[in-house]
């Protein structure tokens, strides 16, 4: 071990949060309008339109036929447009986001889909529109399986930072490529590693306490 | 007060077309409470859905006091709505409210200020006998007390009907009883004309005046519950006649024999 260790590490850990909550939020926003869109589209649902729902279906399907690392080269032209660089974790947001975000939006649409068709009734029937349908009725009462679903989203959004590390994006996962296997710096392969599932845990375990919390307030 | 005028629906598979509803005619007077009965399948649940548009009638006229429902854009609909009130089998309270805002939430649909919304909730609570279970979710409540709600949030609005889709069938004998005694005492007080389905042929007997019999989607038999009772006319209703005659008979052999039901 050497003492350049921690002070490494820290810097790692700091560029993979920032990665993880901007490409999360971000992720989310998108994901949210792609899984709300898909739910009330469907058909019975509350604004049926079959062939958004088919276009959007199509799209998140083609986004997520690409394997992460290629989406990551795909995108690299985006970044730079938006970001002015394609190095570095503000560029790798970009793409973490934009390959997040299908995958969350199937997530948000699975949550969604656990509310009864029966409450949506309940609400069309003292004559709700149907944004405030989706507002005080769908979201609320799929509360609890969104958080878990979003669990899901953000611990494989982490996932993807470290192989966005492999191609110039910073964070844990660039560490343990360029130091812990090319300059075969076992240490920093072995800290890193600890580090990210520390990390996991601590998401996972956060999640799970969020959705326990909303869940016994409504089922004590 | 409620006219429904050769109203058809049908589903379409691949393979047939199957008529769930077929040219249905029907009138309900202002007040009544109006029983529509029929086995499983018979398409009534269609038919009280078609009232508030749940589901879309292909063809026919349906008219609530004086508005042609059938006609309506979704906006209008969406009026019409708040004035046609609806409870069901599985209550569909929302989770993530307490009972207090379940109840409010139609007044919040129609945008009614604040303190209209407090004071109205509470004396809908009252009414139904839940004024002390305002900051509950509807999971802390007995299936009886969830279906109290589920009437209270339908009656808010002061709607000119209340629809009950087999509003008692997931409910005990006893709990049954106290619910049809409460939309019974309702229609009393508030002059509020009651459409319900039902299977179980005690809903009828117990509060229904008028009623229809529901076979393939037809209606085969009109009239006031009494006249089913004692002379009915069509196979169904005999089927369901024969069905209590056959218990009943079987009751007086069993206290007969001391059994004691």
Same mark, same amino acid.
């Given at each position: 071990?050497?003492?350049?260790?921690?002070?490494?590490?820290?810097? !790692?850990?700091?560029?993979?949060?920032?990665?993880?909550?901007?490409?999360?939020?971000?992720?989310?926003?998108?994901?949210?309008?792609?899984?709300?869109?898909?739910?009330?589209?469907?058909?019975?649902?509350?604004?049926?339109?079959?062939?958004?729902?088919?276009?959007?279906?199509?799209?998140?399907?083609?986004?997520?036929?690409?394997?992460?690392?290629?989406?990551?080269?795909?995108?690299?032209?985006?970044?730079?447009?938006?970001?002015?660089?394609?190095?570095?974790?503000?560029?790798?947001?970009?793409?973490?986001?934009? !390959?997040?975000?299908?995958?969350?939006?199937?997530?948000?649409?699975?949550?969604?889909?656990?509310?009864?068709?029966?409450?949506?009734?309940?609400?069309?029937?003292?004559?709700?529109?149907?944004?405030?349908?989706?507002?005080?009725?769908?979201?609320?009462?799929?509360?609890?399986?969104?958080?878990?679903?979003?669990?899901?989203?953000?611990?494989?959004?982490?996932?993807?930072?470290?192989?966005?590390?492999?191609?110039?994006?910073?964070?844990?996962?660039?560490?343990?490529?360029?130091?812990?296997?090319?300059?075969?710096?076992?240490?920093?392969?072995?800290?890193?590693?600890?580090?990210?599932?520390?990390?996991?845990?601590?998401?996972?375990?956060?999640?799970?306490?969020?959705?326990?919390?909303?869940?016994?307030?409504?089922?004590? | 007060?409620?006219?429904?005028?050769?109203?058809?629906?049908?589903?379409?598979?691949?393979?047939?077309?199957?008529?769930?509803?077929?040219?249905?005619?029907?009138?309900?007077?202002?007040?009544?409470?109006?029983?529509?009965?029929?086995?499983?399948?018979?398409?009534?649940?269609?038919?009280?859905?078609?009232?508030?548009?749940?589901?879309?009638?292909?063809?026919?006229?349906?008219?609530?006091?004086?508005?042609?429902?059938?006609?309506?854009?979704?906006?209008?609909?969406?009026?019409?709505?708040?004035?046609?009130?609806?409870?069901?089998?599985?209550?569909?309270?929302?989770?993530?409210?307490?009972?207090?805002?379940?109840?409010?939430?139609?007044?919040?649909?129609?945008?009614?200020?604040?303190?209209?919304?407090?004071?109205?909730?509470?004396?809908?609570?009252?009414?139904?006998?839940?004024?002390?279970?305002?900051?509950?979710?509807?999971?802390?409540?007995?299936?009886?007390?969830?279906?109290?709600?589920?009437?209270?949030?339908?009656?808010?609005?002061?709607?000119?009907?209340?629809?009950?889709?087999?509003?008692?069938?997931?409910?005990?004998?006893?709990?049954?009883?106290?619910?049809?005694?409460?939309?019974?005492?309702?229609?009393?007080?508030?002059?509020?004309?009651?459409?319900?389905?039902?299977?179980?042929?005690?809903?009828?007997?117990?509060?229904?005046?008028?009623?229809?019999?529901?076979?393939?989607?037809?209606?085969?038999?009109?009239?006031?519950?009494?006249?089913?009772?004692?002379?009915?006319?069509?196979?169904?209703?005999?089927?369901?006649?024969?069905?209590?005659?056959?218990?009943?008979?079987?009751?007086?052999?069993?206290?007969?024999?001391?059994?004691?039901?």
């Amino acid at each position: 071990m050497r003492d350049d260790l921690f002070e490494l590490l820290w810097e !790692g850990l700091l560029e993979t949060l920032y990665m993880v909550a901007w490409s999360s939020l971000f992720a989310l926003l998108i994901g949210t309008v792609l899984g709300i869109i898909l739910v009330v589209t469907e058909k019975g649902g509350i604004i049926e339109s079959p062939v958004l729902h088919k276009v959007i279906g199509t799209l998140i399907n083609s986004v997520r036929s690409i394997p992460f690392i290629i989406l990551i080269v795909l995108l690299l032209p985006l970044s730079r447009l938006i970001i002015g660089t394609t190095l570095g974790p503000t560029a790798a947001i970009v793409s973490l986001s934009i !390959g997040a975000a299908p995958f969350l939006g199937r997530i948000i649409e699975n949550s969604l889909k656990e509310v009864s068709a029966g409450k949506i009734e309940a609400a069309k029937s003292v004559g709700a529109p149907p944004f405030m349908i989706i507002l005080q009725v769908l979201i609320p009462e799929a509360l609890p399986a969104l958080v878990r679903g979003m669990t899901i989203a953000v611990i494989a959004i982490t996932e993807f930072t470290a192989v966005a590390g492999a191609i110039g994006a910073g964070g844990l996962g660039s560490l343990a490529i360029r130091f812990g296997y090319q300059r075969f710096r076992e240490d920093i392969l072995i800290a890193t590693v600890l580090v990210i599932i520390l990390l996991i845990q601590i998401i996972q375990w956060s999640g799970d306490w969020i959705s326990k919390s909303l869940y016994n307030k409504r089922f004590k | 007060m409620i006219r429904i005028e050769h109203v058809s629906k049908s589903y379409r598979t691949p393979k047939s077309t199957v008529n769930v509803l077929d040219d249905i005619q029907l009138n309900i007077a202002k007040g009544d409470i109006f029983g529509i009965i029929g086995f499983s399948g018979a398409g009534k649940s269609t038919l009280i859905r078609c009232l508030n548009r749940l589901e879309e009638p292909d063809t026919g006229t349906i008219e609530i006091n004086g508005r042609i429902i059938t006609g309506l854009k979704d906006k209008e609909l969406r009026a019409a709505r708040e004035k046609i009130g609806m409870i069901f089998q599985e209550f569909n309270l929302f989770d993530s409210m307490t009972v207090f805002q379940n109840v409010a939430f139609p007044l919040k649909v129609a945008g009614h200020p604040k303190a209209f919304i407090h004071h109205r909730v509470h004396e809908m609570l009252e009414l139904v006998n839940l004024g002390d279970k305002a900051k509950l979710h509807p999971s802390q409540l007995s299936g009886g007390q969830k279906q109290r709600v589920g009437i209270a949030r339908a009656l808010v609005n002061q709607p000119d009907v209340l629809l009950s889709d087999e509003a008692t069938s997931a409910l005990d004998p006893q709990t049954t009883y106290s619910i049809l005694e409460l939309l019974r005492e309702i229609n009393r007080k508030l002059n509020l004309t009651i459409v319900l389905i039902t299977h179980e042929l005690d809903v009828l007997q117990h509060i229904c005046r008028n009623m229809a019999v529901l076979e393939a989607g037809r209606i085969v038999e009109t009239g006031t519950v009494d006249k089913f009772f004692m002379n009915p006319e069509s196979d169904t209703a005999r089927r369901f006649v024969h069905i209590i005659e056959h218990y009943r008979d079987k009751r007086v052999v069993m206290e007969g024999m001391g059994a004691g039901i």
